[in-house]
């Protein structure tokens, strides 16, 4: 099971930019889908809503709210899973979790946070 470990939120105003990482160790990374899920404040629902994921063949799949703003990659070289954000908007604030998943196992990261101030 691999562990995860997640960086590169902060705050940044509309429009804006911001690159995140996640960097996994342990056995098996090409193995998992890789996803990005978040929790916006307030929200009760456990780990939030999935904003990106990413199989094992590289092929990614995006909801509608952030299709053509983020781009999800991985590099299993490295053991880590990138996202870009670009044109953030104040609801995309939250906390930002890398997920890995396969069948037999889950694993989740802390989560970062990012605000996107007016």
């Known amino acids: 099971q691999v562990q995860l470990v997640e960086s590169g939120g902060g705050l940044v105003q509309t429009g804006g930019s911001l690159r995140l990482s996640c960097a996994a160790s342990?056995?098996?990374?090409?193995?998992?889908?890789m996803a990005w899920y978040r929790q916006a404040p307030g929200k009760q629902r456990d780990r939030g809503e999935l904003?990106?994921?990413?199989?094992?063949?590289?092929?990614?799949n995006y909801p509608n709210y952030v299709k053509g703003r983020f781009t999800i990659s991985r590099d299993n070289a490295k053991n880590m899973v990138y996202m870009q954000m670009n044109s953030l908007k104040t609801e995309d604030t939250a906390v930002y979790f890398c997920?890995?998943?396969?069948?037999?196992?889950?694993?989740w990261g802390h989560g970062t946070q990012v605000t996107v101030s007016t």
């Open positions: 904003v990106a994921r990413i199989n094992r063949g590289h092929t990614p």
């Open positions: 342990g056995p098996g990374f090409n193995t998992y889908t």
């Open positions: 997920k890995a998943e396969r069948p037999s196992d889950t694993s």
